[in-house]
């Protein structure tokens, strides 16, 4: 206690009865004290008491949530390892299909370029078609016309070979004829007239001789063969009957 603040006192009754007053009002703040304390004390065990409870829950929630803490950091662990391995089995698998990608890219080009080698072909084909259906039907037209030239040129054949065959015989019997009037002549006067039958003969076997010395042609080129000629003035099949008259042994031959 500081010694300016205790007052000054005239006598020892004063002082005494100053100390008492002041002893007095100390105890009673010891008793309030004391009882605070008391309470304070129970309080502070209720506390202490309560507080030990909620940490032993605390300590239990904390080794129920270490416990748990392990088995979440153990699920991630696997989840990690399984989210790897998937990770690197997608990736392998987008890997293969973007290889597959590549692969079926390719393919599809190489498929558009062979299309398109097929319709360029099938252009080709298709124009080269029409260029032989053109060249087949010329070539139809012209074996058409070769069939009916080859037809009509075996016809005169035939025909030529027959009447090769009828101017044989005609040869043959102006042969005969001439060796006949050879043998007349003789029997018969040198001074006949001029239309006598060995003039006829003689007409006779000309023709016959013109007619073996001319080509073989055919219809449409150049001149025809007057035994070939249903018109010709000369012989026709061996006997015509032409602008000039025929003598009397051509009658007898063509009879």
């Known amino acids: 206690m500081d010694t300016e ?24 703040s010891y008793h309030e004290a004391q009882e605070e304390l008391l309470e304070f004390q129970e309080g502070s065990r209720e506390l202490e008491a ?77 124009r080269a078609k029409r260029a032989t259906i053109v060249s087949l039907e010329d070539f139809e037209g012209r074996l058409n016309q070769a069939i009916e030239r080859n037809a009509f040129l075996e016809g005169e054949l035939d025909e030529k070979e027959n009447l090769l065959e009828s101017v044989q015989r005609l040869k043959d019997e102006a042969r005969d004829l001439r ?34 010395s001319l080509p073989a042609t055919p219809v449409g ?14 012989l026709t099949n061996g006997c015509g009957h032409g602008s000039s008259p025929l003598t009397p042994i051509s009658k007898n031959l063509c009879s």
Do not use: C
């Not at 603040?5 to 009673?28: G, H, N, Q, V």
């Not at 590549?102 to 298709?126: C, S, W």
């Not at 006949?180 to 001789?209: F, G, H």
């Open 5 to 28: 603040m205790i007052p000054k006192f005239t006598s020892k009754d004063e002082e005494i009865d100053y100390w008492k007053a002041l002893s007095l009002t100390y105890k009673k």
């Open 50 to 126: 309560e507080l030990e409870a909620q940490l032993g829950q605390a300590e239990h929630r904390l080794r129920d949530l270490h416990t748990e803490n392990q088995r979440l950091k153990s699920e991630l662990d696997n989840l990690k390892e399984k989210l790897e391995q998937q990770y690197a089995q997608s990736y392998k698998q987008v890997s293969m299909l973007e290889d597959d990608l590549g692969q079926t890219r390719g393919i599809k080009e190489h498929l558009h370029k062979y299309v398109r080698e097929l319709e360029q072909a099938n252009d080709d084909l298709e």
């Open 179 to 212: 060796q006949e009037m050879a043998v007349r002549e003789r029997t018969t006067d040198r001074l006949s007239a001029p239309s006598s039958p060995t003039l006829d003969i003689d007409k006779l076997d000309s023709a016959v001789q013109a007619s073996l």
């Open 221 to 234: 080129k150049g001149m025809e063969h007057p035994f070939l000629n249903p018109k010709s003035s000369v």
